[in-house]
């Protein structure tokens, strides 16, 4: 299951994944083109590309970096996807 990081301004979206057993985070790339998406896909920490469509090198550089920047974030709401969903002591 994935779930929305961050959509840029040109609509591209980042997903990603809870953390892995291998402590792997999975995330996908979707940019809207005219009739449908460029997509890749990578995991955290290695960041390597795989299942790329449509992006190009200058494109993936940019992914990449972008990625690699937001890691920890990205890292902390994969631990909190995994750990599930905190209930609240004010509900019955």
Not at 20 to 46: I, K, N, Q, S, Y
Not at 55 to 79: K, M, Y
Request: proline residues 5%; contains cysteine; charged residues 20%.
């Amino acid at each position: 299951m994935f779930w929305s990081y961050v959509q840029l301004d040109d609509g591209t979206q980042f997903a990603y994944s809870e953390t892995r057993e291998d402590g792997t985070v999975h995330v996908a790339v979707e940019c809207p083109v005219d009739f449908g998406f460029d997509h890749a896909e990578c995991f955290l920490p290695a960041v390597k590309w795989f299942n790329v469509e449509g992006f190009n090198a200058d494109d993936l550089n940019f992914l990449t970096e972008f990625v690699r920047s937001n890691a920890p974030f990205i890292f902390g709401l994969a631990e909190r996807q995994k750990a599930g969903p905190t209930v609240s002591a004010l509900v019955p």
